[in-house]
């Protein structure tokens, strides 16, 4: 079940628990510990089933027309059962009432690693497009893709 994750603390313990548990895609500690950090303050939904947290995902605004999928994880052992795109339908149906005209989000290019191909294919079957890629914003090895996608009326 999504719910909306309220408390600053808990929003802080979901993000760091669920990235700590996916360290191919995670697994530099200073990144996990700034995305836990910043998640504190942004709207952020969890799939828990139970007393157990199995995903997450967190919106940031940056403009008053634009918004991004700032972070999502789901714990390796819950891939390919639906709840990225159930926790990005919370997302998206916030984006949508609040009055966003487009979302965007960060990814690894396409073709650097296998895991994140994965990653780009997910972005793309939820109706992302390919706006840009940063060579440099995080390092070569790493080049940052971004996609975007208009938010429907």
């Not at 996916?22 to 500690?29: A, K, M, Q």
């Not at 994140?116 to 940052?144: I, K, S, V």
Request: with cysteine.
């Amino acid at each position: 079940m999504v719910i909306t994750m309220e408390k600053p603390d808990w929003k802080e313990n979901v993000c760091r628990t669920v990235l700590q548990a996916l360290p191919d895609w995670f697994g530099n500690p200073e990144s996990v510990e700034q995305y836990a950090k910043t998640c504190r303050d942004l709207p952020l939904w969890a799939d828990v089933e139970g007393e157990r947290l199995r995903g997450f995902i967190a919106f940031r605004p940056t403009s008053p027309y634009a918004g991004e999928l700032y972070v999502m994880g789901v714990r390796p052992d819950c891939h390919r059962q639906g709840l990225g795109r159930r926790l990005f339908g919370a997302l998206y149906g916030y984006a949508q009432e609040e009055g966003f005209r487009f979302l965007t989000v960060k990814t690894v290019e396409m073709g650097r690693y296998p895991d994140y191909d994965q990653t780009n294919r997910f972005y793309q079957a939820l109706g992302f497009w390919e706006l840009e890629c940063l060579p440099d914003l995080w390092d070569r090895a790493n080049p940052c893709q971004i996609y975007i996608m208009d938010v429907k009326e």
